[in-house]
């Protein structure tokens, strides 16, 4: 029998209509605050790490006068940043997007009472620019005591004395104003949709675009259709200048950067078939069956909560075949194994950058457990007759859960053929014009080389990533009643 909640005190309700900033405890909007610290500090850390290792290396004798290093590392700091402030944006602007979907019924009664769409926007926008400042200010701070701690642990480590370092610096507010407004361009942006709906016709709760309304979005599957094909040209452009200049990369970078953001937009064009596909491996179980429907029946909801996954083992995919690859094109070069002070070179900087890279699955993970969680909130009335109808909780929690692994298994696969993909460019652009000792050959040109262990890891994290990402949207699944979920 389900209990009967109790009322709050008129003095409870008060104090919470009156206290400063009351719409920050809604839920996803702790979480959104989460992620922006999260992107703002990733940036901060790995613009402390890149120009670290750089001074580490200016200052090394034996090779701190080489031009082409100081050159290298100047485009990687430069990509690395410009990596850094890609995931902010797409993260924080999914994340925000799914708060805004929540919001549809409430905003409709706010205008069937007079309220303009413009005010609406312009409300929803400075909530987005207060949660981005909040937490970009949280990752700055914690971002620039993080990097102070690893330097200072480094130069213990590695017995480094005479290396002038200086944690703080101005660069590193790029990150965070880039995350603030950021999170208020999304805002923004998210909240058009949602405006354009009637009042009267979004009064039943939070609105999901259906597959057939984003078929019939001409306009934005055109852009993203161009934008792959323009990315991917210039991702072929960037390998074929590689083998004459390592500049070759930064057209690689403008290509990869295009190509991603043709996919990112066009999602729902892209991931509807792998969850399809994904799905046929669940059986034919009724709750299977719920679960694979559940994904494909709105894509837009679906796609936003895969495409944080696909970014996430990207990037760590991308690192791990592009550092791998470097030492294949090197290998290439030298006519054999490279000299040993290069391949420990290599090897410190693999092992920096790859745990670097993997807060961006942090990142991810935080991203779907709250766009899950969200999804189970906005669905209360499914829920509620799908138990009416005698679906038990041990089904419910099963059906969320397969949902999860549904998402997560079809944006592994696909983020393990982007990073691929992009790995293998990336080194390729990068030095394929470089030559080394002892045949100095130039230039050179290998396949992408996939390294074994790192994708075993991807692959063991994204299945841990589900199973975390499931427990907070099942148990608010399970305590859905079904007469307070139907009555609302």
């Known amino acids: 029998m389900t209990q009967a909640r109790m009322p709050r005190p008129a003095a409870d309700r008060g104090r919470a209509a009156t206290a400063p900033l009351p719409w920050l405890r809604e839920r996803g909007m702790g979480a959104s605050v989460l992620v922006s610290a999260i992107s703002s500090a990733f940036g901060v850390v790995l ?20 031009e082409m290093l100081a050159a290298v590392l100047s485009i990687m700091t430069v990509l690395l940043v410009g990596v850094a402030v890609y995931v902010a944006a797409i993260v924080t602007a999914n994340t ?33 620019l207060v949660v981005g400042l909040i937490g970009a200010v ?24 005479n290396v002038d370092f200086e944690v703080v610096q101005p660069i590193l507010l790029v990150p965070a104003v880039i995350v603030a407004l950021t999170t208020w361009a ?26 057939d309304d984003t078929v019939r979005r001409r306009g934005r599957n055109g852009t993203a259709i161009t934008l792959f094909v323009c990315g991917a040209g210039l991702l072929a452009l960037g390998i074929a200048i ?36 994904v799905g046929r491996l669940f059986g034919k179980s009724a709750t299977a069956r719920l679960a694979a429907e559940n994904a494909l029946r709105y894509p837009e909801r679906s796609s936003r909560m895969a495409i944080g996954v696909v970014m996430g083992v990207t990037l760590v995919t991308m690192f791990a075949v592009a550092l791998e690859s470097v030492k294949a094109v090197l290998v290439a070069s030298a006519g ?18 790859m745990g670097l890279v993997a807060v961006s699955a942090v990142i991810a993970g935080v991203g779907l457990v709250n766009l899950l969680t969200i999804g189970v909130v906005q669905r209360r009335r499914e829920l509620g007759l799908l138990r009416a109808l005698g679906v038990s909780n041990g089904q419910v929690r099963r059906m969320v859960l397969l949902e999860a692994a549904h ?11 982007l990073g691929v993909a992009y790995g293998w460019a990336g080194a390729q652009s990068l030095l394929g014009s470089v030559s080394v000792p002892p045949l100095w050959l130039q230039p050179t040109l290998v396949l992408p080389a996939v390294p074994l262990w790192p ?25 859905v009643s079904p007469v307070e979920a139907l009555a609302e």
């Not at 949280?138 to 004395?161: D, K, P, Q």
């Not at 070179?345 to 092992?351: E, G, K, L, Y």
């Not at 998402?407 to 053929?417: E, M, Q, R």
């Not at 994708?455 to 305590?479: D, F, K, S």
């Open 47 to 66: 613009i402390s790490a890149t120009a670290y290792i750089a001074a580490i290396l200016s200052a090394d004798p034996y090779i701190g006068d080489s």
């Open 96 to 128: 925000f997007s799914a708060v805004v979907a929540g919001r549809t019924r409430r905003i409709a009664l706010l205008r069937l009472i007079g309220a303009s769409a413009r005010s609406q926007r312009t409300e929803i926008a400075r909530q987005g």
């Open 138 to 161: 949280v990752g700055l701070v914690a971002g620039t005591a993080i990097a102070a701690a690893g330097i200072a642990l480094g130069n213990r480590l590695l017995g480094i004395e």
């Open 186 to 211: 999304a805002a923004w942006a998210g909240s058009r949709r949602v405006l354009t709906v009637t009042p009267l016709a979004a009064l039943g709760g939070s609105v999901e675009a259906s597959h």
């Open 242 to 277: 590689g083998l004459v200049s390592p500049l070759g990369v930064v057209v690689a970078f403008v290509g990869g950067l295009l190509s991603f953001t043709g996919l990112a937009l066009g999602a729902t064009l892209v991931m509807p078939p792998v969850l399809r596909l």
């Open 336 to 353: 054999g194994e490279p000299p040993t002070e290069m391949i420990t070179i290599i090897d410190t900087f693999s092992a920096i950058m």
């Open 407 to 417: 998402i997560t298994i079809a944006a592994t696969a696909t983020g393990l053929a």
């Open 455 to 479: 994708v075993v890891a991807i692959i063991v994290a994204t299945t841990v990533l589900t199973l975390v990402a499931a427990v907070v949207p099942t148990r608010l699944a399970t305590r």
